[in-house]
């Protein structure tokens, strides 16, 4: 019944993609869907607990959110316009890495909390991965190009998504299998790894040339840098793939990471407003706002599932460190995504307002 369900919404899906004319997305949308499911599975599951209705209910709209991007890109291959908005900017085409990862924890989200879904889930599930092995040659495509281009000066940190559209691939389908110490499981890690030093290097090259601006030459998407981590680290947890010991080393980097990305948007902040204004300094909407709550949702994810770890491993204070972040971690989340769907609501009431005064 939920596989012949499923089919129907696929069919649904590409119908309307086909017949009525979907809005342009940006790439980077599908970091909503990230951000949406990180929030049902980690602090959702927290406070509510694991296929509550709340959780269920997020699980669903997340689904429903994914269909629509889905739809939506689906229609940009059909009316020809795919390759101006996803894929001529080489920079911008590893942003495709949110459609898998946005895939790969919405289908996590929905099968810890509607486990009755499973066989259509894993159908799913098998697609990503396919969708993984594209991306993948996409980014091998899209770095060539910027090379060639010598377009290094204009990378940020979207180029760590192969990293985590890669880790959340592992995280799916440990979800879904369930089976530890999968061979598999170790390449995924490894191989988001070598992508993220790999990254982490044009990175560094990129920024040390004295070209540039904090205020506006540092995108929200630079809060990868530590969200590729903490989902490194989740990934290898829920896989055992390292050691305690090694795992709780991947925490703490990834808090200091967090510490000094997060204290650069501080500054950042202060110099938009002065620049800029409040409105358009910190107010105006961007898909990468959705990448920040993911990475810090993916933080707080990793933290709140090592919780034993660090009771039998970690020294004292650092124990008490890490119940901290797990605890005032949660709320921040909470704050701030309730903020990011105003400010997101208020853009779409500003384009629908827009969209009607042209009409009349």
Not at 101 to 121: F, R, Y
Not at 182 to 198: N, P, S
Not at 297 to 322: Q, S
Not at 331 to 355: D, N, P, R, Y
Request: proline residues 2%; positive net charge.
């Amino acid at each position: 019944m939920f596989v012949i369900a499923a089919i129907i919404l696929l069919l649904l899906a590409a119908l309307c993609a086909k017949f009525i004319r979907m809005p342009a997305v940006p790439t980077a949308d599908g970091a909503a869907v990230m951000a949406f499911a990180i929030f049902t599975q980690g602090v959702l599951v927290h406070f509510a607990g694991k296929g509550s209705a709340w959780t269920i209910g997020f699980a669903v709209f997340t689904l429903l959110l994914w269909l629509f991007l889905l739809t939506c890109y689906l229609g940009s291959v059909l009316d020809g316009s795919f390759k101006s908005r996803h894929w001529e900017d080489p920079v911008g085409r590893f942003a495709i890495g949110t459609w898998v990862a946005g895939t790969g924890a919405a289908l996590t989200a929905a099968h810890l909390n509607i486990p009755q879904l499973h066989p259509v889930l894993v159908a799913l599930g098998i697609l990503n991965v396919g969708l993984l092995i594209f991306y993948l040659f996409v980014a091998s495509l899209a770095a060539g190009e910027i090379a060639g281009l010598r377009l290094t000066g204009k990378l940020h940190g979207v180029i760590l998504l192969t990293t985590v559209a890669l880790q959340s691939v592992c995280l799916m389908l440990h979800e879904l299998f369930g089976a530890k110490e999968y061979m598999v499981y170790r390449v995924l890690i490894l191989l988001g790894i070598l992508f993220y030093l790999a990254g982490v290097a044009l990175l560094f090259l990129r920024y040390r040339r004295r070209d540039w601006n904090l205020a506006d030459d540092w995108p929200e998407s630079n809060c990868i840098l530590y969200g590729a981590v903490a989902i490194t680290g989740a990934a290898a947890l829920k896989s055992s793939v390292f050691p305690a010991g090694v795992l709780i080393g991947i925490w703490m980097f990834a808090l200091l990471l967090l510490l000094l990305v997060e204290g650069a948007e501080i500054v950042r902040a202060v110099l938009r407003v002065r620049r800029y204004g409040l409105r358009k300094g910190l107010g105006a909407y961007a898909p990468a706002q959705w990448s920040r709550l993911f990475t810090l949702g993916m933080f707080y994810f990793f933290g709140r599932e090592a919780a034993k770890l660090f009771d039998e491993h970690a020294p004292g204070w650092l124990d008490v460190l890490h119940e901290w972040t797990v605890y005032g971690g949660a709320w921040i989340i909470i704050f701030l995504f309730v903020a990011q769907i105003l400010v997101w609501l208020f853009e779409f009431s500003s384009h629908s307002s827009t969209g009607r005064k042209h009409s009349s």
